[in-house]
């Protein structure tokens, strides 16, 4: 879940909260992927990154369940068993690599995603009404990981939630951002949710 650019070693971070094996069960680990997976995809946006790091296997799930057209032709859905990982909804055998299979493929998925249209993307995968099943869907706030921070804002999805996508509010804005020119990495700094928490109070 916390694998780094090399895609077989772990995130040093993760030793702060394996020194204590008693306490793994009590940890938020889909939490920790997700904010994880959200940082990363953000170093990797930068131009001059070659790479990506973070719990892929989220992400392919997710592009597997919103975009049809874009899933592997060799990947069938099938029902999950109760306490599955949504993972093992997708099966098949991945296609021995190649650079030349690489780079065709590679060609295929940039085309495939400018042809996209509003009709080939599955708004609603979970259902019309998954907040109702499952409550954390509508969170809103900060995912965290020891030191990572990353925003969560439902409303700017609200049409995989079964409603109307309206114009959502303008996304939450850290206090402070670090972004140094010479470092793939960065910082952000959010207001605590006591803090805001008490500016609520203030203005009711």
């Known amino acids: 879940m916390f ?9 040093a971070v993760v030793n702060l909260f394996v020194k204590r094996p008693d306490m793994l069960g009590e940890y938020a ?11 990363q995809l953000g170093i990797a946006s930068r131009a001059e990154a070659k ?3 973070g719990c892929l296997t989220l992400l392919e799930c997710w592009i597997y369940d919103h975009f049809p057209t874009l899933r ?12 599955q990982a949504g993972a093992f909804r ?3 055998t991945a296609p021995r690599s190649s650079k030349k299979r690489d780079a065709q493929m590679l060609a295929y998925y940039r085309q495939a995603i400018d042809s996209l249209t509003p009709q080939s993307v599955s708004w609603t995968p979970y259902g019309q009404r998954p907040h109702l099943t499952v409550r954390r869907t509508l969170y809103h706030g900060l995912l965290r990981f020891a030191e990572i921070a990353e925003y969560y ?7 995989q939630l079964g409603y109307v996508q309206g114009v959502p509010y303008p996304p939450e804005r850290p206090l402070v951002v670090r972004r140094p020119a010479s470092t793939l990495g960065y910082s952000l700094s959010y207001q605590s949710v006591y803090d805001l928490y008490l500016e609520q ?4």
Do not use: H, N
């Open 201 to 204: 109070l203030g203005g009711a």
């Open 51 to 53: 790479g990506v790091a």
């Open 90 to 92: 997708w099966r098949g």
């Open 72 to 83: 592997p032709s060799q990947l069938e859905p099938r029902e999950l068993e109760r306490g």
């Open 153 to 159: 804002d439902p409303t700017r999805c609200l049409r």
């Open 29 to 39: 680990w889909g939490e920790g992927a997700l904010a994880y997976l959200y940082r």
């Open 3 to 11: 694998v780094d650019k090399s895609k077989d070693r772990v995130s």
